[in-house]
């Protein structure tokens, strides 16, 4: 995630609580502890803020649920 913007937990507080629809890169800015001309150094808008959360948060699932069954986890039972 954009380290200028307070980094992920921040940015994904602002979306997770207001929704997409009524996040705006003004929030996320203030939450990040910085202006919204600061929000535009590290995305170009509300798309690639969404995109990069994504990244920051699902990307890594994988690779972890895959780590974790090299180890020998296994899924829990229901």
Request: charged share 20%.
């Amino acid at each position: 995630m954009a380290p200028g913007l307070g980094t992920g937990p921040r940015s994904s507080h602002a979306v997770h609580h207001g929704g997409y629809a009524a996040t705006t890169t003004r929030s996320v800015a203030e939450r990040a502890g910085v202006r919204q001309a600061t929000t535009y150094h590290y995305v170009a808008g509300k798309e690639d803020l969404l995109a990069a959360l994504l990244e920051w948060t699902v990307a890594p699932s994988p690779a972890l649920a895959g780590e974790l069954l090299a180890e020998g986890g296994r899924p829990a039972e229901e």
